[in-house]
């Protein structure tokens, strides 16, 4: 049986969703960062449809292909995605390079960090050089951080959001940025940084306000120019691993949280978009924490993660928190399972998650290399066919939506 008829459009469809009321069926997302396909499984997922595009990565590091709009189209994808640039004076270009006797791809960022690829193994980049390993407290307070509010970073962008927003009836998404947190051990290195939370909190303090400061910069700009336009902004950093979280949650409080919740507060008051944070990871303890500093929605909900359980998040957060993602066991079963079982896991998940709305459906985190075609369109095609709600009028939503 053909799934009821769509009533909203998809940017209705999101806002509903996120002001925890039922749309006419489940938002639908692919296509950021963190919610993003490899560049080998969309490769995979083009040969398996029979169609022929270039490929272009939007994301280097993770190796993220942008998805064309007849793939979207095809996955009723309900979000479409607009991204600030680097400065203007930025090059960012990928160089070859040759250390142990190997082959790499590297990239150095505007923060001076080098990730790098290997050319034998070429699926992501990781850090190869922390420009911050061995400085001092000095060293931080003098250390060049790019110019957050440089005008190159922004060029186009408005015309960009209007053209989406004038043109189309999809919701508006901004790419990740706000990454307080995770920026300071990029720089430093994690285990260098870890041992800071103990033996030099002051340190750790001291990288924190440059990295926020950067941020309020960038916002002040980003906002200046789209903040009446996006619909979500998306910012975080990972706090949790497989297990729970990966420092001791009293350092969190006193030292990273002040600085997330006045960039929260700061976004907050200079636009209505929801705001989406990201973390991995068994996050459970810290979702009280992340509500206090203002975000809308969590992502990427990880399921198979200590104390993630969807029930349990949706009765006790469900009425306060958007989940965006937590559709499957990415780790277990959309790579290995058959593609019936993956539309099972989904319809069971929906099942959970739909109720009161409150849920924007994606994988948790991107789809990695490897994953079948066949896992992939089962994933979607069932968030589609399982996702809608019962029958009901939507006039009402979409009227309040458009006013």
Not at 185 to 203: C, I, K
Not at 205 to 224: I, M, V
Not at 355 to 372: D, K, L, S
Request: with cysteine; charged share 25%.
């Amino acid at each position: 049986m053909a799934p009821p008829s769509e009533t909203l459009t998809s940017r209705e469809r999101l806002l509903t969703a996120l002001a925890h009321r039922e749309p006419d069926r489940v938002p639908i997302d692919l296509g950021g960062n963190q919610t993003g396909i490899h560049r080998l499984a969309y490769a995979a997922l083009l040969e398996h449809l029979g169609w022929q595009e270039p490929i272009e990565i939007m994301d280097a590091v993770q190796q993220l292909a942008r998805p064309s709009e007849a793939v979207l189209e095809r996955l009723h994808v309900d979000t479409r995605y607009i991204h600030a640039g680097a400065a203007a004076d930025f090059r960012g270009d990928i160089v070859p390079a040759h250390r142990d006797g190997r082959k790499w791809h590297d990239l150095v960022d505007e923060f001076g960090v080098r990730w790098s690829m290997p050319d034998d193994a070429p699926l992501y980049m990781d850090i190869t050089h922390h420009p911050l390993a061995d400085a001092s407290l000095d060293d931080v307070r003098a250390y060049p951080f790019p110019c957050g509010d440089d005008p190159g970073r922004f060029a186009g962008l408005r015309e960009r959001a209007l053209q989406i927003r004038r043109d189309t009836p999809y919701a508006l998404v901004g790419g990740i940025c706000g990454v307080v947190y995770e920026i300071c051990w990029y720089l430093r290195g994690l285990e260098r940084w870890f041992l800071d939370m103990v033996e030099q909190p002051e340190f750790c303090a001291a990288l924190l306000d440059r990295t926020l400061e950067f941020w309020l910069d960038w916002f002040d700009a980003y906002l200046r120019e789209v903040g009446d336009l996006v619909d979500v902004i998306m910012i975080g950093d990972d706090l949790a691993g497989q297990r729970g979280p990966l420092f001791q949650p009293a350092f969190y409080r006193a030292v990273v949280q002040p600085r997330q919740k006045r960039l929260v507060q700061f976004i907050r008051a200079r636009t209505s978009a929801r705001i989406w944070y990201h973390t991995c990871g068994g996050c459970r303890l810290y979702i009280p924490d992340l509500l206090d500093n203002g975000i809308d929605a969590l992502n990427p909900v990880q399921i198979s993660a200590a104390d993630m359980d969807p029930q349990a998040l949706k009765s006790e957060f469900g009425a306060r928190l958007t989940f965006w993602g937590g559709a499957i066991d990415a780790q277990h079963v959309l790579p290995h399972a058959d593609a019936a079982t993956v539309r099972q896991h989904v319809r069971r998940h929906l099942e959970i998650w739909k109720p009161g709305g409150g849920y924007v459906f994606n994988n948790v985190h991107n789809i990695q290399a490897g994953i079948p075609a066949e896992n992939i369109l089962a994933l979607y095609d069932a968030a589609y066919e399982f996702g809608f709600y019962a029958a009901r009028d939507t006039a009402a939503a979409s009227t309040t939506l458009n006013a």
